[in-house]
């Protein structure tokens, strides 16, 4: 295994908190990190050794980055895929292009999902109006519409219910608010129990771990709470898991995944969606694991033996959004309180600021799995 030994330069395309949380583990094993971002002072790059400040479009800036890093990884999904596919002809990409392209677009990540044999919630692909009134025909309401693309924490997203269907003034409104070519999903609304997610990383060699199935909590569209490990039965648990490593080596992954996934009323799980980079609900990992999923996006992706993602204590992580992270001098007073503060200057409703995870002892007492 040709590994990319500690003292190299990570590339990291993205400047937030799963940047800035990556560089700090990619320091503890002795790398440096180079951030690639259009924004100045961003929470990653105040943590790394080099920035470049200018954007994903910047050829020669992209140019320049290729030639400085050793491995580049990406810190969310929705960096255009051009320049990440440029950057790839020039330095390892991981994970690979191909695997942002299909997690960046709802239909071909359903398609691919569903292709090997993985349960999503009923969906139809909407193009116009027309085919949207056929998929209300098909699917029923309520449903949910969402735009394929650039879509996240709940944006471009509305609920469709009954007696509120008049297709072409939806489709309409929603045009607007869509990249060309307009393209969206019509989903079934799932009267889900619970939401859970499931981490996996895989290195170069096909080798991978888990992190157990973690529950989510989700107010206003964005994480609010994860609940590690999920409250849920262990079979449904290891069901989960099975079907993230499954996913995981189908899209020949070297990195990291998280698998977002809904549990129906009846046990059954749909996954909703992938994020293929460290995840809001693995940030208990620094805290409760042998090794946080933010040192193991750096060890697969410099083709390093993976940690062991075995929890030590279960964990509730609570996300400090907005003004929330004004609490910090009463959350800093909790000796067991462990708080992860981003360094972003202005805290808007729905950003996210910080993090606070606590630790309890594990309930199961086993020491013997993740
Ligand atoms: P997404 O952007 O697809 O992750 O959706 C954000 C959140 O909206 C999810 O975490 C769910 O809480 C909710 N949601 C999305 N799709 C559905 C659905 N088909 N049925 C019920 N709730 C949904």
Same mark, same amino acid.
């Given at each position: 295994?040709?590994?990319?030994?500690?003292?190299?330069?990570?590339?990291?395309?993205?400047?937030?908190?799963?940047?800035?949380?990556?560089?700090?583990? /990619?320091?503890?094993?002795?790398?440096?990190?180079?951030?690639?971002?259009?924004?100045?002072?961003?929470?990653?790059?105040?943590?790394?050794?080099?920035?470049?400040?200018?954007?994903?479009?910047?050829?020669? /800036?992209?140019?320049?980055?290729?030639?400085?890093?050793?491995?580049?990884?990406?810190?969310?999904?929705?960096?255009?895929?051009?320049?990440? /596919?440029?950057?790839?002809?020039?330095?390892?990409?991981?994970?690979?292009?191909?695997?942002?392209?299909?997690?960046?677009?709802?239909?071909?990540?359903?398609?691919?999902?569903?292709?090997?044999?993985?349960?999503?919630?009923?969906?139809?692909?909407?193009?116009?109006?027309?085919?949207?009134?056929?998929?209300?025909?098909?699917?029923?309401?309520?449903?949910?519409?969402?735009?394929?693309?650039?879509?996240?924490?709940?944006?471009?997203?509305?609920?469709?219910?009954?007696?509120?269907?008049?297709?072409?003034?939806?489709?309409?409104?929603?045009?607007?608010?869509?990249?060309?070519?307009?393209?969206?999903?019509?989903?079934?609304?799932?009267?889900?129990?619970?939401?859970?997610?499931?981490?996996?990383?895989?290195?170069?060699?096909?080798?991978?771990?888990?992190?157990?199935?973690?529950?989510?909590?989700?107010?206003?569209?964005?994480?609010?709470?994860?609940?590690?490990?999920?409250?849920?039965?262990?079979?449904?648990?290891?069901?989960?898991?099975?079907?993230?490593?499954?996913?995981?080596?189908?899209?020949?992954?070297?990195?990291?995944?998280?698998?977002?996934?809904?549990?129906?009323?009846?046990?059954?799980?749909?996954?909703?969606?992938?994020?293929?980079?460290?995840?809001?609900?693995?940030?208990?990992?620094?805290?409760?694991?042998?090794?946080?999923?933010?040192?193991?996006?750096?060890?697969?992706?410099?083709?390093?033996?993976?940690?062991?993602?075995?929890?030590?204590?279960?964990?509730?992580?609570?996300?400090?959004?907005?003004?929330?992270?004004?609490?910090?001098?009463?959350?800093?007073?909790?000796?067991?309180?462990?708080?992860?503060?981003?360094?972003?200057?202005?805290?808007?409703?729905?950003?996210?600021?910080?993090?606070?995870?606590?630790?309890?002892?594990?309930?199961?007492?086993?020491?013997?799995?993740?």
């Amino acid at each position: 295994m040709n590994a990319i030994p500690p003292g190299s330069t990570i590339g990291i395309l993205g400047g937030g908190q799963l940047g800035r949380m990556t560089a700090l583990a /990619a320091a503890t094993l002795g790398y440096r990190c180079h951030i690639f971002c259009p924004e100045k002072d961003s929470p990653a790059a105040q943590v790394s050794a080099a920035a470049t400040v200018a954007a994903y479009t910047d050829h020669e /800036a992209l140019a320049r980055f290729a030639r400085e890093v050793a491995v580049v990884t990406y810190e969310f999904e929705n960096i255009p895929h051009a320049p990440v /596919a440029e950057l790839e002809r020039l330095v390892p990409v991981r994970p690979s292009a191909n695997v942002l392209q299909i997690s960046q677009d709802r239909v071909r990540e359903k398609s691919f999902l569903n292709g090997i044999g993985i349960a999503t919630a009923p969906w139809r692909q909407i193009t116009d109006a027309a085919t949207l009134q056929n998929a209300i025909q098909e699917l029923g309401l309520p449903s949910v519409l969402k735009t394929a693309r650039l879509g996240y924490d709940g944006k471009g997203q509305v609920a469709v219910k009954p007696g509120h269907a008049d297709p072409a003034a939806l489709w309409q409104a929603m045009v607007k608010a869509m990249p060309d070519p307009a393209e969206a999903v019509l989903e079934r609304f799932v009267n889900f129990e619970r939401e859970i997610s499931v981490i996996v990383v895989r290195g170069p060699d096909g080798k991978h771990a888990n992190y157990v199935a973690v529950e989510n909590r989700h107010e206003h569209h964005i994480l609010a709470q994860t609940i590690a490990p999920a409250r849920i039965p262990l079979a449904t648990a290891r069901k989960a898991e099975g079907m993230a490593r499954h996913i995981a080596e189908k899209l020949d992954l070297v990195g990291i995944i998280a698998v977002e996934m809904f549990v129906g009323e009846n046990g059954e799980l749909m996954v909703n969606e992938l994020a293929p980079r460290p995840h809001n609900s693995g940030h208990w990992t620094i805290d409760a694991c042998v090794t946080s999923q933010f040192e193991q996006v750096v060890r697969a992706i410099c083709g390093l033996p993976l940690g062991s993602p075995r929890r030590h204590s279960d964990a509730v992580m609570d996300n400090l959004i907005g003004d929330a992270v004004d609490r910090w001098p009463e959350l800093i007073k909790d000796p067991d309180a462990k708080l992860h503060l981003y360094g972003k200057a202005e805290a808007r409703p729905g950003r996210k600021m910080g993090h606070v995870t606590r630790l309890l002892p594990r309930k199961d007492g086993s020491l013997s799995d993740s």
